[in-house]
């Protein structure tokens, strides 16, 4: 069964930092572009960043840059999310998504995980 699992949402402090990961299972994360996207309370999913089977990545979002950071381990079959500098307006569900390309897109993703929180309060 191909699978895409998303782990390390949470509540954090303004300022802080959070890590979520993208495990595929199922399948083998190498060949396949790799997206983060979020949807916060009534407003659509919007994309953040991607990474393309290379390693190279493209930034959907203007308000993560120089914030967030995306990576991969293919060894590990997974992909990461680096969030620093969080602030009130990241709060979210956080989806992970796998495209059957190699190259980078905002749209035209096969699998999806089932998201994982993210909630950033004081």
């Known amino acids: 069964q191909l699978q895409l699992v998303e782990s390390g949402g949470g509540l954090v402090q303004p300022g802080g930092s959070l890590r979520l990961s993208c495990a595929a299972s199922g399948f083998t994360l190498g060949s396949y572009a790799i997206g983060w996207f979020r949807q916060a309370p009534g407003k659509e999913r919007e994309g953040v960043l991607c990474?393309?089977?290379?390693?190279?990545?493209?930034n959907y979002a203007n308000s993560v840059k120089g914030r967030f950071t995306i990576s991969r381990d293919n060894a590990k079959n997974t992909v990461y999310l680096q969030m620093n500098s969080l602030k009130p307006e990241d709060t979210a569900v956080y989806y992970c998504?796998?495209?059957?390309?190699?190259?980078?897109?905002?749209?035209?993703?096969?699998?999806w995980g089932q998201g994982t929180q993210v909630t950033v309060s004081s």
């Open positions: 990474i393309s089977s290379s390693g190279r990545s493209t």
């Open positions: 998504a796998a495209r059957r390309h190699y190259y980078c897109s905002e749209y035209e993703y096969d699998y």
